[in-house]
């Protein structure tokens, strides 16, 4: 399946909103670089941060396990669900947060990676 994203802290910067419904248009259109905006595909076998890995890409993680949020991502469209353990609050798993160490998606998606600096992750940080 393939994988739409978007490097957070550009999102940020350009004051881009996690609700804009033309988020990802403005992407397509902004001149990003292709480690800040692009897209791949994910393999059967894969986490979705071990897929954007083999692309040669440098996402945040650290205990690859579900346990820290630093791999954090957002789903802004597409099924991606969670195994039944790892360490999100209810509130920002509904609001489409998930752990790339852990998740694949099920469908084609469009996620915004690095969101650990969204402040609602970064309080989780461990
Ligand atoms: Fe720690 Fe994914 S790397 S939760």
């Known amino acids: 399946v393939k994988v739409e994203y978007l490097n957070y802290e550009v ?3 350009r004051l881009w909103e996690l609700s804009d419904d ?3 248009e403005k992407a397509a259109d902004g001149g990003l670089a292709p480690e800040d905006y692009g897209e791949f595909y994910v393999r059967e ?4 941060l071990e897929a954007a890995e083999r692309q ?3 996402w945040p993680f650290a205990c690859r396990g579900g346990a820290c949020t630093n791999c954090a991502v957002a789903v802004v ?3 991606m669900p969670s195994p039944s ?3 999100l609050p209810k509130e920002l798993h509904d609001r489409g947060i998930r752990l790339s160490c852990i998740v694949a998606p099920e469908t084609d ?6 969101v650990k600096h969204l402040p609602a992750v970064q309080d989780l940080l461990l």
């Open 22 to 24: 033309d988020l990802f």
């Open 85 to 87: 353990s790892h360490v």
């Open 77 to 79: 469209e597409g099924e």
């Open 56 to 58: 040669g890409y440098a």
């Open 45 to 48: 076998s894969e986490s979705l």
């Open 11 to 13: 999102m940020a910067d």
């Open 109 to 114: 998606a469009r996620i915004v990676y690095n």
